[in-house]
């Protein structure tokens, strides 16, 4: 039931890019996006609601893709500020699950 | 400032006691969450209230308790019935259910020995 992230972990030097996977096996209404950075609270990055739709928020952009019950998150010229853990919830209308999470260090 | 508020950051107890930790949030949300996150684990949800008077278990409820009896407030109870309660607790809050986005509190950091 919880969604599964790949890759687990990845490692990056300022201005590359990065994806981050989230599959899960039931069907989703919706699925979210947070970061946490180490020993502090998760952080809103965004919701993709079902319909395929594909957002944006500075040069952090995410795709859903109902049918496959995917998603995908996109990180473009990462900055140090980047990053941290990312964790994808997946809802079916009655809780959010998340993922185990994806770590990504952003190098100078 | 609206927010979500979680007392104490860090809390130490003895084996076999139970242990309240404060979850308040002033943003007029009506669901409210707690999730246990383990060293290099994800978020697994304990409990969940969408309204007051009401909760539901989530993933991983057994050797917790919680309770709603106001809209801003939902403590949550370790038992001693709970095998391996350290952990970082997180609470959250959202304006309706689970679609909408989630506010999480700084976290309290229990430590059972």
């Known amino acids: 039931q919880q969604p599964v992230q790949s890759p687990q972990a990845v490692i990056l030097r300022e201005g590359e890019d990065a994806v981050i996977n989230c599959s899960s096996s039931?069907?989703?209404?919706?699925v979210h996006w947070y970061r946490q950075k180490h020993g502090e609270a998760p952080v809103f990055l965004m919701i993709l609601l079902k319909g395929g739709e594909q957002k944006g928020h500075e040069k952090i952009s995410a795709s859903f893709n109902e049918k496959k019950q995917q998603s995908s998150l996109y990180l473009t010229a990462s900055q140090l500020s980047y990053s941290g853990t990312y964790f994808c919830g997946t809802d079916n209308t009655d809780k959010l699950i998340f993922g185990t999470g994806t770590r990504l260090q952003v190098f100078p | 400032d609206g927010g979500i508020t979680q007392s104490p950051k860090y809390l130490f107890r003895k084996e076999g006691q139970n242990v309240t930790l404060s979850c308040e949030q002033n943003?007029?949300?009506?669901?409210m969450y707690w999730y246990r996150q383990d060293p290099g684990q994800g978020l697994r949800l304990i409990y969940y209230s969408q309204i007051v008077n009401d909760f539901q278990k989530g993933d991983i409820a057994e050797g917790y308790s919680v309770s709603r009896e106001k809209k801003e407030s939902f403590p949550l109870t370790v038992t001693s019935a709970q095998k391996n309660p350290t952990a970082f607790y997180l609470c959250a809050s959202s304006i309706a259910g689970p679609s909408y986005e989630q506010y999480f509190g700084p976290g309290t950091r229990l430590t059972v020995t």
């Open positions: 943003l007029n949300h009506d669901a």
């Open positions: 039931k069907a989703l209404y919706s």
